[in-house]
């Protein structure tokens, strides 16, 4: 494994140990600060791999992180955070997890990466969010987007927004 200095420094490094290497895209995103990012890519294209990678890096090296995955369905916000655990695993477990399970990783350094199903109802009790995916976001309905933005506005946290096309419709489009 490389260094935590290494990682910190590369993003990108966490694919690498996985055995991928970025595409120039994928560290370009990596390396970014843009507060808002919108992915619109193909399937299989590495949009939830490399957004994965970013979610591990904010959680490692944010100390308090608070990263939410949401996707329309609970099993596909499970799916890209078995992305984010399989990373972590890969890394050799850099910080120690103090809690584990299939939905939700925290860390010793008060970081959590949480994942979410889609439903504005049953979301809105989270504040100071450092970091929010919004997966397959061209299928996530407005309402659902309007409120999830207010979770950004006192952490001044980043919102990244992948999805492959959906037509001419909704805050995506």
């Known amino acids: 494994m490389r260094s935590l200095f290494a990682l910190a420094l590369d993003p990108a490094l966490i694919l690498h140990e996985q055995g991928l290497e970025a595409d120039p895209w994928q560290r370009e995103l990596l390396l ?3 507060r808002q990012v919108l992915l619109n890519c193909s399937r299989q294209a590495g949009k939830s791999t490399v957004v994965s990678a970013l979610a591990l890096h904010t959680a490692l090296f944010t ?3 608070l990263v939410l995955l949401l996707s329309p369905s ?4 499970g799916e890209i955070f078995r992305k984010v655990r399989d990373a972590y695993h890969a890394l050799g477990r850099p910080v120690r997890a103090i809690y584990e399970t299939q939905l939700r990783l925290e860390l010793a350094n ?3 990466v949480v994942c979410l199903p889609g ?3 049953t979301i809105r009790s989270f504040g100071g ?3 929010l995916v919004l997966d397959e976001a061209a299928r ?4 659902l987007y309007r409120s999830v933005r207010p979770m ?3 952490s001044q946290g980043r919102l990244v927004a992948l999805s492959t096309p959906f037509g001419r419709r909704g805050w995506f489009y």
């Open 129 to 131: 969010v450092r970091l």
């Open 63 to 65: 100390e308090g992180a």
């Open 140 to 143: 996530i309905p407005d309402d």
């Open 152 to 154: 950004l506005a006192t």
């Open 119 to 121: 439903r504005e109802e």
């Open 32 to 34: 970014s600060n843009d």
């Open 110 to 112: 008060g970081s959590r």
């Open 74 to 77: 609970q099993r596909q916000s």
